[in-house]
């Protein structure tokens, strides 16, 4: 299957008898039966059996989890949703790649907070607990030309994880930034983690950037917001991407903060595109409606991200059988 097809999980005699196939790879005694209703269909059946055994498997057995979270502003509470699915799909999330709101998210799981507690604090926060965002403030800026500050967004992630460092979270993590000064892409994965993933959602031209190191740093979503060659595609790293759909803008542009958020939309595209077609599977919550800014749609946002993770769950387990079987018949690779 190509990379970015769409997703098909009608039966198929071939991919019934290729699971079959793997069975005689695994290990028999990771083979366990699977109880699974009357009328499925039969290559979900085998599928959900054999995905019984791989998940057994350490990495270097199986491929290696690589879950890529992109930016969207509060569309990328979304990420929360195919998280929540992906746990209950029992799909290993082996690293954590993130960038913008895709690194708040990512830092709070990779530390090891459950998905349902992610899911309360994005019901409950606001701009207002992240920074010093206001009606008035935005007047301030306008009128002063003075940025406002994303200091309470590092001080709310600290009272959630700790003074954590990267080397100090459960999941190994890395985030994007980017310097504001040369444009160049900033790659953290050592250090403070409420400090990187701060600098990672700094929107610019709104926020002061976030000094660090002789450097001044905001959004990563700026240089790259879907940062899918982190880590290569060399087969033993499956790359899974989650991208939220982008603001449906065929309204009217009514204020400053959507205007801005919609240039910066509009210089991604034709990056986003290839870096969309890196990812093994890509998952897209359909969250168009959303506004960026709008905090206070996170049910909204999370239910269309389980959505978009069910309907995908499939093909990632199909896929995921598929190549480790292809790593098995070539030889076990050491973790």
Avoid at 51 to 57: A, K, N, P, T
Avoid at 98 to 104: H, I, Q
Avoid at 134 to 147: H, R, T
Avoid at 318 to 329: A, D, G, S, Y
Wanted: with cysteine.
């Amino acid at each position: 299957m190509k990379k970015g097809a769409k997703l098909n999980s009608s039966p198929s005699f071939p991919f019934i008898v290729f699971l079959l196939s793997l069975s005689m790879v695994l290990p028999a005694s990771a083979v366990s039966p699977v109880a699974m209703p009357a009328g499925v269909a039969p290559d979900r059946l085998v599928t959900e059996v054999l995905w019984d055994s791989l998940v057994r498997l350490p990495v270097g057995r199986r491929p290696r989890v690589v879950l890529v979270l992109g930016g969207g502003g509060a569309r990328g509470l979304s990420h929360i949703g195919v998280l929540r699915v992906l746990e209950q799909e029992r799909i290993p999330v082996d690293q954590i790649v993130g960038v913008s709101v895709g690194a708040l998210v990512g830092a709070l799981y990779a530390a090891g907070l459950p998905v349902e507690k992610i899911e309360a604090m994005a019901g409950q926060v606001g701009w207002n607990q992240l920074t010093d965002f206001s009606n008035f403030s935005m007047v301030k800026l306008i009128l002063s030309d003075e940025l406002l500050s994303t200091a309470k967004m590092e001080s709310y992630l600290q009272s959630q994880i700790g003074n954590m460092s990267f080397s100090d979270l459960k999941i190994p993590f890395t985030c994007l930034a980017t310097d504001l000064r040369t444009g160049d892409r900033v790659v953290f994965n050592e250090g403070s983690v409420a400090l990187a993933a701060r600098a990672s959602a700094t929107i610019p031209a709104i926020f002061k950037p976030v000094k660090y190191r002789q450097r001044l740093l905001v959004d990563g979503g700026l240089v790259d917001n879907l940062p899918t060659d982190i880590v290569s595609g060399d087969g033993q790293n499956f790359i899974l991407a989650v991208m939220p759909n982008g603001e449906d803008m065929s309204g009217e542009v009514t204020n400053v903060l959507k205007a801005l958020v919609r240039s910066i939309d509009i210089q991604k595209d034709t990056l986003m595109k290839l870096k969309k077609s890196k990812a093994d599977v890509l998952i897209e919550p359909d969250v168009q409606r959303i506004s960026m800014v709008d905090l206070g749609k996170s049910k909204e946002c999370v239910d269309a991200g389980a959505l978009a993770g069910r309907k995908a769950a499939l093909e990632i387990k199909k896929l995921m059988i598929e190549r480790t079987l292809k790593m098995n018949v070539n030889g076990p690779v050491a973790p």
